[in-house]
């Protein structure tokens, strides 16, 4: 694992770049200005770049969110979610009655899509689940009750946002990914779908083919995330190159282990403690 000053550094050596989103270009709140910065940069240097984010959004909501923010148009090309992903796999499943676990936002993803969204347990046949239904005030665990009610019913659950947990600013809150892992725990059935799970790299892998009119090779694409046990397990299960921003979701983490990134050795070990090793790193992509 290399240290890295600049994302520049990396220039020339990659066809295009799939970068993680929340984290890495904003924190939920505001965009990491450098971050944009060099994802705009390396637009401008002619390689492609794709979001690729384990929301439970549409791109549509995407691109208004990150307007928002600040996140500049002309850093990526196309942002590719969980969300979409794992809502077109309800069309292959067949599913006509699905229970939504998420906020009401999250509906979105049904719009157009040939399902009907069910208020009781006993009339669905899925669990689509893309988040509590309010993180600001409620907790996983809180769900333990309704979940073990799903288990009883043997519904199938479609996770689509693996991670646990994310920083809105500076508080963390509990994702979709810790539904279904109490799900699991409890006897549940779970179809994961994002990172680090291979649906949304085969979707990202299309993309990038047709960004740059020829199949994308994995060992030519550089994926950068803050996670190592999602953005960077994934990508280098799929044979990608990987950055790694040390300062977003695990930043706390380090610091409680009292790891100084500089010393590679105990930064090595930390990441393999979670699953991969990255190619490089950097404390904030810029």
Aim: hydrophobic share 45%; charged share 25%.
């Amino acid at each position: 694992m290399s240290p890295i000053e600049r994302l520049t550094d990396l220039e020339g050596q990659y066809d295009a770049i799939l970068c993680d989103a929340w984290g890495v270009i904003h924190n939920g709140v505001a965009a990491n200005v450098p971050a944009v910065a060099a994802l705009s940069a390396a637009m401008k240097a002619g390689t492609p770049v794709v979001i690729l984010t384990n929301a439970p959004r549409t791109q549509g909501q995407l691109i208004e969110y990150f307007s928002l923010m600040g996140v500049d148009a002309g850093s990526y090309c196309s942002i590719i979610s969980s969300g979409e992903v794992g809502r077109d796999a309800l069309s292959t499943r067949g599913v006509r009655k699905c229970l939504h676990l998420g906020p009401k936002i999250d509906e979105e993803l049904f719009r157009g899509v040939d399902v009907e969204l069910v208020s009781q347990p006993a009339e669905a046949n899925i669990i689509f689940a893309t988040g509590l239904r309010d993180n600001t005030r409620e907790k996983a665990a809180a769900y333990a009750s309704l979940l073990n009610e799903l288990v009883a019913l043997k519904l199938p659950m479609i996770c689509v946002n693996p991670d646990k947990h994310v920083h809105i600013g500076n508080e963390l809150r509990d994702c979709a990914g810790a539904l279904a892992e109490i799900y699991e725990g409890l006897g549940g059935e779970v179809a994961w779908i994002g990172k680090p799970h291979p649906e949304i790299y085969q979707r990202a892998e299309e993309r990038l083919s047709e960004l740059l009119k020829h199949e994308a090779v994995p060992a030519r694409i550089l994926a950068i995330g803050d996670a190592v046990h999602t953005d960077i397990l994934g990508a280098a299960r799929r044979g990608y190159q990987t950055l790694f921003v040390s300062g977003g979701i695990h930043k706390g983490d380090l610091e409680e282990a009292r790891i100084d990134t500089r010393d590679l050795a105990s930064l090595t070990r930390f990441c393999l403690s979670r699953g991969a090793r990255p190619d490089f790193f950097m404390s904030a992509l810029a």
